[in-house]
């Protein structure tokens, strides 16, 4: 997949070293002192047009957190999946698709005459561990 901004492979290393989710205020503090041969630390609403876009191509997972806020990863998976956060601890698993959900866009999609219809379904508890 070609890289669309210079900042691409920047913001893929940062996240690249955590298997958490983060935000893009955390994701941009962690870039601020990075020093490169390469471009300058990028701005925050780079980084946010950047992550967004990346989502958007599938590249990142994202979620939002118990407080709204909406949350990247690096996408480790080929499969389409789903998120469930731990309310407490902020621990995510990831949730194989399950047949009901498509089958519950493919309707919306004949009803509406909506054309590549997409959807995320993200599920929050508390695991086991914080019960």
């Known amino acids: 997949m070609p890289r669309v901004s210079q900042y691409d492979d920047v913001v893929l290393g940062a996240l690249d070293r955590s298997t958490h989710f983060r935000s893009c205020q ?6 601020g002192g990075r020093r490169s041969s ?12 950047t992550l967004h876009r990346l ?8 979620l939002h957190s118990t407080g709204g806020e909406r949350l990247y990863r690096l996408c480790r998976t080929s499969f389409r999946h789903h998120h469930l956060l731990c309310r407490v ?3 995510v ?6 047949d009901e959900l498509a089958a519950v866009a ?20 508390v695991c086991p561990r914080c019960a």
């Open 93 to 98: 698993e990831d949730v194989a698709q399950a």
């Open 38 to 49: 390469g471009p300058g630390p990028p701005s925050l609403s780079t980084v946010y047009r």
């Open 55 to 62: 989502a958007q191509e599938g590249v990142l997972d994202t």
């Open 106 to 125: 493919d309707r919306v999609r004949r009803d509406s005459g909506f054309e590549s219809l997409d959807y995320s379904f993200e599920l929050s508890g």
């Open 89 to 91: 601890c902020g621990r």
């Open 26 to 31: 955390e994701i941009h503090a962690a870039l």
